[in-house]
């Protein structure tokens, strides 16, 4: 199995900046694609963020330029960087795995941390 701890969410005020750690363990062989989604209340899950392998990045255009994704492959942790934050932005925020393990490719979900921003 593949589990994922997430951190980094909490209270900060318009404008500022948090810096969410999503990190992957047990029973995985690499990493593919990382990404970062959130859920505000009452709303569908939306995509922020994602990361290939490769390096390419993706941004929702709401995040794009406020927001950055970032790897530590010796970690096998993805962050987002939050910046210049909005009280839109609050929401719990997931990030999501694509991994091959032993069984196969696997898609993980993290718990979600919230995060809230005050205006």
């Known amino acids: 199995q593949v589990q994922l701890v997430e951190s980094g969410g909490g209270l900060v005020q318009a404008g500022g900046s948090l810096r969410l750690s999503c990190a992957a363990s047990?029973?995985?062989?690499?990493?593919?694609?990382m990404g970062w989604y959130r859920q505000a209340p009452g709303k569908q899950r939306e995509l922020v963020a994602t990361l290939t392998r490769g390096g390419s990045t993706n941004y929702a255009g709401s995040v794009k330029g406020r927001f950055t994704i970032s790897r530590d492959n010796a970690k096998n942790t993805v962050y987002l960087q939050m910046n210049s934050l909005k009280p839109e932005d609050t929401a719990v925020y997931y990030c999501?795995?694509?991994?091959?393990?032993?069984?196969?490719?696997?898609?993980?979900w993290g718990q979600g941390t919230l995060v809230t921003v005050s205006s």
């Open positions: 047990g029973s995985l062989l690499s990493i593919d694609r």
């Open positions: 999501n795995l694509g991994v091959y393990t032993a069984n196969g490719y696997r898609e993980v």
